[in-house]
């Protein structure tokens, strides 16, 4: 059951497929990211990032403070209609 | 173009809105929210002294006064960028462009999740939805609720449903895994919880402050803590039990417990269903920070304070010319420290835009946050003040390297 | 609307506000002008705002502030409106999204 469970709800991310990635691949928080698409979804990683970081953290040997999940903009997800509006 | 834009409507951001106007600059508040107020609006307690701190009435005073100075408000108004272009800062919402000298972050914080089997199902929210739906929206999240996760808000919220008349099944822990280790162990839920133990005045304290003397003490209270839990305001909380399972079709019906030993671990054939309409969440908080990462400041992870905060000084500036940070951003405290630390900034912002004479008025308003820390009924972390300490000397030492 | 917390010991009584009518999934629903349409669609026992784009899954509201998104819903024609801070209005139309094909996602696993 626990193996199933969500971890990034926008991407439906699993407990299992980070916990593999994680060990497979003994990776960063972004390389985890990046395999697994966990925190890429519409939120933007704002419910999962945290999850994310600690199991890349706690399950690999790097370092909790090394690289952690990264910001970009636009935080909150805008159309392409508004980002090339017209100001006027 | 403002005199100062807050990105913010929470206690932070208007307090520090009401100290720039009155110091005759020009204020405009932004939040994506519908209302003004922030987290402060859901909250509700009873004061030592008998009176009811009330989020509502105390964000309404709050706006009142700075819609009275003249502070504008643009509610409904997400914010998706913020840069520097050379003096200014730009803010991007969806709608326009604006731009400033002086920028506040105030984004206060968001919540995170203990993962649990079935949390996508709908009637599952966070515990803070739960506060919102049925303090501010008077919308009762369901009839019958779990809370998973035992800390200090989610007592605190569990209190504020049974008051609206939501039945709370039971207060439990989360299943260990990799993610919920620290939320899913008995004893450092225990230890955790010490520190609020005024909150409850009931048998979980006298029983706490009793048997917590020492570590072998603290280890007798997880091992003999009662099969049924100890009630807090009439609410089962269930230390020994973790919730494994939520299930149901379309939507919640129940949850799936089992007992677990004081270290977490499940106790085979212990499981047992429990029918609730919904279930909260509570992992706790953790300071929303993303827009103070994409303008560069730099981050350091505090513990104490709840995860990663931006650097800044006790007058909260940042490293960053005109860039300013108030309320739970810096760290996760309660609305009146965040009051508090808006008064400051909204002065820090005043002398930067070239009000004389407010060092001493600066130096008392950070007094009053030391004050108010030291005077605060709900403390998040109980070491918060050893987090403060690191970030200034964090703050020391980046001005140190800076100006060699 | 069993639902609403009518009186409150603390709070007191609701304050009225004035009614309106939507439409969620071409239903017809009453709700208060200006309150969350979340909070209006969970006054009316409406918990499932949408289902998962890939997977079908059903969701409702999570976060109720704004920073999950898994409320969205469509309101008047607009796709990923957060239906827990957007004000109710008079007439609105609101749809919840579904599934949708997922090609690249189909094409990725047999190319790892």
Redesign the interface.
């Known amino acids: 059951?626990?193996e199933?469970?969500?971890?990034c709800?926008?991407e439906?991310v699993t407990?299992k497929a980070l916990?593999e990635t994680a060990n497979q691949y003994n990776c960063s928080a972004r390389e985890l990211k990046l395999r697994t698409r966990a925190g890429m979804g519409?939120?933007?990683g704002?419910?999962?990032r945290?999850?994310v970081d600690?199991?890349a953290a706690?399950?690999t040997i790097t370092k909790?403070?090394d690289i952690?999940l990264?910001?970009?903009?636009?935080?909150?997800?805008?159309?392409f209609g508004?980002l090339g509006?017209d100001?006027s | 173009m403002n005199d100062v834009i807050m990105i913010g409507a929470g206690p932070a951001g208007i307090s520090a809105a009401i100290s720039c106007a009155q110091k005759g600059l020009e204020v405009l508040v932004l939040d994506e929210y519908l209302e003004a107020g922030g987290r402060l609006l859901g909250q509700l307690y009873e004061e030592p002294n008998g009176s009811w701190w009330n989020g509502i009435s105390e964000s309404d005073k709050l706006h009142r006064q700075a819609m009275n100075l003249g502070v504008q408000f643009e509610l409904n108004t997400p914010v998706n960028n913020i840069e520097k272009l050379g003096d200014h800062w730009i803010i991007y919402t969806e709608n326009k462009t604006l731009s400033t000298n002086h920028l506040l972050l105030a984004t206060g914080a968001a919540e995170s999740p203990v993962p649990v089997p079935g949390w996508t199902l709908p009637g599952v929210m966070s515990v803070g939805a739960a506060q919102v739906m049925t303090n501010v929206h008077r919308v009762k999240p369901g009839e019958r609720g779990v809370i998973i996760g035992v800390n200090v808000l989610s007592s605190a919220i569990a209190m504020e449903l049974k008051l609206a008349g939501v039945d709370i099944a039971c207060m439990a822990l989360p299943k260990m895994n990799a993610i919920t280790n620290q939320q899913a162990h008995p004893k450092k839920v225990l230890d955790s919880l010490l520190h609020v133990s005024h909150m409850a005045p009931s048998q979980f304290v006298k029983m706490g402050s009793k048997l917590m003397k020492n570590d072998f003490m603290k280890k007798l209270g997880v091992s003999f803590y009662p099969k049924n839990g100890v009630t807090m305001w009439d609410i089962p909380i269930q230390l020994r039990k973790a919730v494994v399972n939520i299930y149901g079709n379309k939507q919640v019906e129940g949850v799936t417990l089992a007992n677990i030993d004081t270290n977490g671990d499940l106790v085979a054939g212990s499981e047992e269903n429990v029918a609730t309409d919904f279930v909260c969440i509570a992992g706790g908080l953790y300071p929303l920070t993303e827009l103070a990462a994409v303008a560069d400041c730099p981050f350091y992870l505090i513990e104490e304070l709840g995860g990663y905060v931006p650097l800044h000084n006790e007058k909260m500036e940042t490293p960053l010319n005109g860039l300013f940070v108030a309320g739970n951003i810096t760290g996760i405290e309660g609305a009146k420290v965040a009051i508090a630390q808006g008064t400051t900034a909204g002065l820090s912002i005043a002398q930067h835009a070239g009000v004389d004479g407010l060092e001493d008025e600066i130096k008392e308003s950070i007094q009053v946050v030391e004050e108010t820390r030291d005077n605060a009924y709900i403390q998040f972390h109980p070491k918060v003040k050893k987090g403060r300490k690191k970030v200034q000397d964090r703050w020391g030492n980046y001005v140190g390297t800076v100006s060699d | 609307m069993s639902r609403r917390v009518v009186d409150h010991p603390v709070l007191g009584s609701l304050n009225e506000k004035e009614p309106v009518s939507f439409t969620f999934n071409e239903k017809k629903y009453c709700g208060m002008k200006g309150e969350p349409i979340a909070a209006a669609l969970l006054a009316n026992d409406v918990r499932t705002l949408r289902h998962h784009e890939e997977k079908d899954t059903p969701r409702g509201i999570y976060c109720n502030i704004g920073h999950c998104f898994e409320c969205r819903v469509t309101v008047d024609g607009k796709q990923g409106v957060r239906s827990c801070l957007t004000p109710l209005e008079e007439g609105m139309v609101i749809e919840s999204g579904g599934q949708l094909p997922t090609p690249v996602r189909d094409w990725r696993s047999s190319h790892e």
Request: charged letters at 20%; a positive charge.
């Open positions: 059951m626990t199933n469970m969500i971890i709800r926008c439906e407990y916990v519409y939120c933007g704002r419910t999962c945290h999850m600690k199991m706690d399950l909790q403070t952690t990264k910001y970009q903009p636009p935080i909150r997800p805008i159309s508004h509006a100001e």
